[in-house]
């Protein structure tokens, strides 16, 4: 199967130009002025961006949480991650008590077998830290592709500061990346007993008041300290408040190695939105909290100056019906934690980003694609050039969608940013050379098929 994009203009991180690109297979093999290979597919771009396929480093697909499951498996997670332009994702792998991050592993590619519709990767998520779970970090860096560690500060399955060093040294030999969930647990805990004693316990507004702007700040500069003593490196996931950012920036201008990842809830919605009525705040409830209009500033100008890296989604769908408003309707802390957001990121960014004039196209294209790759070590994305995987976004800026849920594929019943007006859309979307979602005038439809997508074996972290 070979695809020639004719007349586009290309955009990396570095720059764009005007070309033609030519793929072969899963690459992408030629890139010039009028390339005239023949093709199985023609493709005229004029007019349009020719980008590297999304790369969403921060999906929960199927996953078991808070008495219930993350809605999309990876069938239809995929199928949403290809209508909105992502071309690969890294899901969490949450280990289970007893298991080795092998086991783990091996048990969430099973359910990726056969359905996966893009290509994917896992991250373990170490929740049971026995000894011979941080010896498996080399295993996990040099053999299994999967050399970063996801750990949580809060929940139940948090661990302590003692196994964040261990981590942290380990990862240091191997070339590895902790990813932290950096909440304190404490402040937290102390907040729900307040409003557990007021009996503030029926609204949503009161889980965005359980866990403040300081909690993620502490457990930042904590966990920054970490890095310090260990001479290390650290990832801040979901990072969603001003004074977290300016405990990463700190480090940062200390050469502290503390890289972040920030949301594009976190950027356009704010806390205003736990007050909707009828209970529609609970449709926002997630860890950490969305913050005030001024944190989502703040960020813009984190990602704008390069602070923060990456944007990802933190896609993790429960149903508004069923779910968000029966689980926790006497108490805020039983909502499950998590929203959709796969399908909405690029067209999100673009429009709210690049459109409005905050970041330009081609720090749009490192956030989401090629400073991804580079941080989670895949090697053949990230970039359009000779040799690359041909995972490839035609992008039409010119579009005009407003964003519902009933055109969206994501398995829930509700979206974050329901008539939210985009500009600018994927027009046609390349998964390894072969077309998976394309605009059909009212939407983006999905024309690829289940069990394309392959596990990539990640390249442990070289530096930024
Ligand atoms: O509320 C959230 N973020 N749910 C997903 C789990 C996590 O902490 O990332
Ligand atoms: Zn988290
Ligand atoms: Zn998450």
């Known amino acids: 199967?070979?695809?020639?994009?004719?007349?586009?203009?290309?955009?990396?991180?570095?720059?764009?130009?005007?070309?033609?690109?030519?793929?072969?297979?899963?690459?992408?093999?030629?890139?010039?002025?009028?390339?005239?290979?023949?093709?199985?597919?023609?493709?005229?771009?004029?007019g349009l961006y020719v980008m590297p396929g999304?790369?969403?480093?921060?999906?929960?697909?199927?996953?078991?949480?808070?008495?219930?499951?993350?809605?999309?498996?990876?069938?239809?997670?995929?199928?949403?991650?290809?209508?909105?332009?992502?071309?690969?994702?890294?899901?969490?792998?949450?280990?289970?008590?007893?298991?080795?991050?092998?086991?783990?592993?091996e048990r969430k590619k099973a359910l990726a077998e056969g359905k996966v519709?893009?290509?994917?990767?896992?991250?373990?998520?170490?929740?049971?830290?026995?000894?011979?779970?941080?010896?498996?970090?080399?295993?996990?860096?040099?053999?299994?592709?999967?050399?970063?560690?996801?750990?949580?500060?809060?929940?139940?399955?948090?661990?302590?500061?003692?196994?964040?060093?261990?981590?942290?040294?380990?990862?240091?030999?191997?070339?590895?990346?902790?990813?932290?969930?950096?909440?304190?647990?404490?402040?937290?805990?102390?907040?729900?007993?307040?409003?557990?004693?007021?009996?503030k316990v029926k609204e949503p507004y009161y889980h965005a008041l359980s866990r403040p702007n300081i909690a993620e700040e502490e457990a930042i500069a904590r966990a920054a300290k970490m890095?310090?003593?260990?001479?290390?490196?650290?990832?801040?996931?979901?990072l969603s408040s001003k004074e977290g950012l300016w405990k990463v920036k700190e480090a940062r201008d200390h050469g502290i190695d503390v890289y972040a990842e920030t949301c594009p809830q976190y950027l356009l919605l704010d806390d205003e939105r736990y007050k909707e009525a009828d209970w529609n705040g609970a449709k926002y409830v997630m860890s950490p909290p969305l913050r005030t209009k001024e944190s989502n500033a703040a960020l813009w100008l984190g990602l704008r100056g390069g602070d923060l890296q990456v944007v990802s989604t933190d896609h993790c769908p429960f149903d508004f019906k069923g779910k968000k408003d029966m689980f926790g309707k006497d108490d805020y802390k039983k909502i499950p934690n998590g929203a959709p957001g796969?399908?909405?990121?690029?067209?999100?960014?673009?429009?709210?980003?690049?459109?409005?004039?905050?970041?330009?196209?081609?720090?749009?294209v490192d956030v989401l694609s090629t400073g991804t790759a580079k941080m989670f070590g895949l090697k053949d994305k990230g970039e359009i050039a000779v040799g690359k995987d041909a995972d490839i976004v035609v992008f039409d800026p010119s579009i005009k969608f407003t964003i519902t849920q009933s055109k969206l594929h994501m398995n829930c019943d509700y979206t974050p940013y329901e008539g939210m007006e985009m500009t600018g859309m994927p027009s046609a979307v390349f998964s390894r050379g072969k077309r998976v979602a394309e605009w059909n005038g009212d939407q983006v439809q999905f024309v690829g098929q289940a069990g394309h997508g392959r596990f990539v074996k990640r390249e442990p972290f070289e530096g930024f």
């Not at 890095?227 to 979901?238: D, P």
Request: charged share 25%; net charge negative.
């Open 1 to 46: 199967m070979s695809v020639l994009i004719k007349n586009g203009l290309i955009v990396n991180a570095t720059g764009r130009y005007q070309a033609d690109v030519y793929a072969d297979g899963d690459k992408i093999k030629a890139i010039g002025s009028d390339l005239d290979y023949p093709a199985d597919e023609v493709v005229d771009a004029k």
């Open 54 to 105: 999304a790369i969403d480093p921060h999906t929960h697909i199927s996953m078991p949480f808070m008495g219930t499951y993350a809605q999309d498996d990876y069938e239809t997670g995929t199928i949403a991650a290809a209508c909105g332009g992502i071309t690969c994702l890294v899901d969490f792998d949450l280990q289970q008590k007893g298991e080795s991050l092998y086991e783990a592993l």
């Open 117 to 199: 519709c893009v290509d994917y990767s896992l991250h373990p998520a170490v929740m049971d830290p026995r000894p011979e779970i941080i010896e498996e970090v080399k295993q996990a860096c040099h053999e299994y592709g999967t050399p970063s560690f996801k750990i949580f500060m809060v929940y139940d399955f948090r661990v302590d500061d003692a196994t964040m060093i261990k981590l942290l040294e380990e990862t240091k030999k191997y070339g590895g990346l902790v990813q932290v969930h950096a909440e304190n647990v404490y402040i937290v805990q102390h907040m729900n007993e307040v409003f557990e004693k007021e009996g």
């Open 227 to 238: 890095v310090e003593l260990t001479g290390s490196r650290i990832y801040i996931v979901h």
């Open 342 to 364: 796969v399908e909405t990121l690029a067209m999100l960014l673009h429009t709210e980003g690049v459109v409005k004039g905050r970041i330009s196209l081609e720090r749009m």
